[in-house]
């Protein structure tokens, strides 16, 4: 399975507010190169590391595609500058951010291309439970947990998830 995280934290000057970014994003990955396969309900989640900025709304994808990993990261990030992200900060806001959580079994720690499974992926619920609502039985290559088992080790105060109720548009 190919997993893809989105998050948002920004209006859109286009698409509105984040979660209706969110789901134009997932639209524009649905093509002639990936095949959505399924969605998760989206999450409000506060910043990490906490801060002033505007809380996120998360969800992840799971999608098929014969597009290798180092190519698919690229277009994630060619979605991401064609609904206008800017690369200012580390962990700052951003309209939108598309990351590559896991590609299959693959394991890649070369820092040249995307880094597989995603490297903070155990450590994030905002991350894990859109995960858990794809397949919480899938299992982190490298640590051997499922994304339950993960969940289940973060400790509840640092979860601050809101589910957010998914329109029917995606």
């Not at 979660?19 to 399924?38: R, S």
């Not at 809380?55 to 990261?73: E, G, M, Q, R, Y």
């Not at 450590?123 to 088992?149: M, N, Y």
Request: contains cysteine; proline residues 9%; charged residues 25%.
């Amino acid at each position: 399975m190919i997993f893809i995280g989105l998050g948002a934290n920004l209006v859109h000057p286009i698409f509105g507010p984040p979660q209706e970014t969110i789901e134009a994003a997932i639209k524009i990955m649905d093509n002639d190169l990936v095949d959505v396969i399924g969605i998760s309900d989206f999450y409000e989640s506060r910043p990490v590391p906490i801060s002033d900025d505007p809380w996120f709304v998360n969800a992840a994808i799971s999608i098929a595609t014969s597009v290798k990993p180092f190519d698919l990261l690229q277009l994630l990030h060619k979605i991401e500058k064609d609904l206008g992200r800017v690369r200012e900060a580390p962990n700052g806001p951003r309209v939108i951010d598309l990351d590559l959580l896991a590609y299959e079994e693959e394991i890649a720690m070369d820092t040249r291309g995307p880094i597989l499974p995603h490297p903070r992926i155990s450590q994030r619920a905002f991350v894990l439970q859109p995960l858990c609502d794809l397949d919480s039985q899938w299992v982190h290559p490298v640590i051997g947990k499922t994304a339950k088992e993960m969940l289940a080790e973060i400790p509840k105060e640092d979860r601050f998830l809101e589910k957010i109720i998914r329109p029917k548009t995606c």
